[in-house]
């Protein structure tokens, strides 16, 4: 059984006695930044000369530093920049600030995982991974609650980084409901594989290639979108709310029937090995590789799929339907 940490093991103490450098000003930045700013830390933000990011936190009040800046004058370095990027940032703006007694922090085990950030042996290194996109993150601290998270410690050198770690997650309002420790091999790659095959890459070929068969026999696309994605919310919420035999009991009896004799058609041994192949290339970098490379070349494949994405004819359809039915 997983342990969870909540508010009462966390001493927040610990982290308002640092400075803390957030590199990088998004999703997660932002509010890493704001929240740990509200629960009494002194917070530095790092971002490039040239930055789209610069104008909001100028606007919530901040005086950005270039990334060296901030981690040469910070005790504690959160780098939230894209993963794809982090091998970079750490070469060029951290590397050369760490010194012993300092602790360098991610979100989420990608670039220690697959090698792109290699720290010095003298460093306290942890994450802190909220289950959850930063505009959650800030509005349920807001709301006097907040996400859970994942955390582990990589390195720990000073023996202070398990107490401080989970100290970054309370001022975050993440021990309001519960951090779960876990591996930096396990946060990755069941992460990746979550997104790849369930979250993402499942459920959009899911939907795409129930709507296509849908239209290929002759039904009206503005029906197949209803029903193969616009409703997929309404399940969702079923599921996120009391898990499946939950949603099972809140359908119809004609849907769960169908569920239980379908389902199993349509995710079958074909779709396990694959799952099983996608799994191995996550645990033996096959996909890190794949990605890093792709960034490397300047996003070839990425720029052609989102474009072949756009143009599919669930999007104008879906398009249209949201205006006619908001
Ligand atoms: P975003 O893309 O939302 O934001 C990245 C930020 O980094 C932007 O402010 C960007 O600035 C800035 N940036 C880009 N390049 C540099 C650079 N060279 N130096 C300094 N700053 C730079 O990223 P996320 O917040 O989504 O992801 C950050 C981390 O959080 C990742 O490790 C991710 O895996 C993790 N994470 C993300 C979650 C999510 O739901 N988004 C959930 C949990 C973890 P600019 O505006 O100029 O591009």
């Known amino acids: 059984m997983a342990t969870l940490l909540y508010d009462a093991d966390a001493d927040i103490e610990l982290i308002r006695h640092k400075r803390i450098a957030i590199i990088g000003y998004g999703s997660q930045g932002h509010a890493h930044a704001l929240n740990l700013r509200d629960s009494g830390c002194e917070v530095l933000i790092g971002l490039p000369e040239i930055s789209r990011s610069r104008l909001k936190a100028e606007k919530d009040g901040w005086s950005p530093l270039l990334p060296h800046e901030a981690a040469a004058r910070a005790d504690c370095i959160m780098l939230l920049v894209p993963d794809q990027y982090q091998g970079q940032v750490y070469t060029e703006s951290i590397k050369d600030t760490l010194s012993a007694g300092k602790i360098l922090l991610v979100a989420h085990g990608f ?71 876990t591996t930096l ?18 459920l959009t070929s899911l939907i795409r290639s129930a709507f296509e068969t849908l239209v290929e026999a002759g039904y009206q696309p503005e029906v197949a979108y209803t029903c193969c ?16 035999h939950f949603m099972h009991n809140s359908i119809s009896d004609t849907a769960e029937f169908g569920d239980y004799v379908t389902g199993p058609r349509i995710i079958g041994e074909q779709s396990r090995e694959q799952m099983r192949n996608v799994l191995h290339e996550i645990q033996t970098g096959t996909f890190a590789r794949n990605w890093i490379l792709e960034n490397q070349a300047g996003r070839p494949t990425l720029q052609a799929m989102r474009r072949k ?11 249209q ?3 006619l039915l908001p």
């Not at 107490?163 to 975050?172: C, G, K, P």
């Not at 091999?185 to 499942?202: K, M, N, P, R, Y």
């Not at 994605?229 to 499946?244: M, P, R, S, W």
Request: with cysteine; aromatic share 6%; glycine share 10%.
């Open 229 to 244: 994605l616009q409703e997929v919310k309404l399940i969702a919420d079923l599921l996120y709310k009391g898990g499946i």
């Open 111 to 181: 670039s220690l995982q697959y090698g792109q950030i290699v720290p010095p042996a003298d460093v306290d290194v942890a994450m802190v991974a909220p289950n959850g996109p930063g505009v959650q993150l800030r509005q349920m601290y807001q709301a006097g609650s907040g996400i859970p998270a994942l955390w582990t410690v990589y390195q720990d050198i000073t023996g202070q980084a398990r107490a401080l770690t989970i100290s970054y997650a309370r001022a975050l309002g993440c021990t309001r409901a519960g951090i779960i420790q």
């Open 321 to 323: 339907m949201r205006d």
């Open 309 to 319: 994405d756009a143009a599919h004819q669930i999007e104008t359809v879906g398009k």
């Open 185 to 202: 091999a396990e946060e990755t790659e069941t992460d990746l594989f979550a997104e790849q095959v369930v979250l993402c890459g499942g």
